[in-house]
């Protein structure tokens, strides 16, 4: 364990906080897309290239991943937490990044690039495209705003 520059107590850990936050935003935005999307609304299927078997098959993959990203984001939260090496703005930040991340993922990637599904079938998609990419921009500009002021007020961002 390394010790804090004034030498009272370990140093946070920055980097595994954010990426433990990271974990947990993926996690919890893939959760609500397959919770509201799939579930409640019946709107697609993680992928709908096939039949509704494969569709729900897929959608119990895409939990199950879900599932065990956060479970282990918050296994890592709390062993830098039992540590006492947790630095909390980090792991905020880890958190919108990941949300971002995960709903731009899904609205870019597996929307248009790989078509596996869409939001919604039998309408123009074109409103619920810009709404779910520009939630997921905003959250990710979110994330990188509280990644930088988490650096500065730490002492390890670039202008420090």
């Not at 920055?14 to 990426?19: A, D, V």
């Not at 409640?40 to 879900?66: I, K, N």
């Amino acid at each position: 364990m390394t010790s804090s520059p004034t030498g009272h107590g370990p140093r946070p850990e920055h980097r595994r906080s954010l990426g433990a936050g990271l974990l947990i935003g993926m996690a919890v935005m893939a959760a609500a897309d397959e919770i509201v999307f799939h579930q409640l609304l019946g709107w697609h299927h993680f992928y709908d290239r096939s039949t509704t078997g494969v569709g729900l098959l897929s959608d119990g993959l895409l939990h199950t991943a879900e599932l065990l990203a956060l479970v282990a984001g918050f296994f890592l939260s709390a062993d830098l937490r039992r540590r006492g090496v947790m630095a909390a703005a980090h792991l905020r930040a880890g958190i919108f990044l990941g949300l971002g991340l995960f709903q731009l993922f899904d609205g870019i990637v597996d929307h248009k690039v790989l078509r596996v599904h869409q939001i919604r079938y039998g309408v123009d998609v074109t409103p619920y495209d810009w709404a779910w990419n520009l939630g997921g921009l905003v959250l990710l500009l979110v994330g990188c705003a509280l990644t930088v002021r988490a650096a500065r007020r730490n002492g390890t961002g670039p202008t420090a």
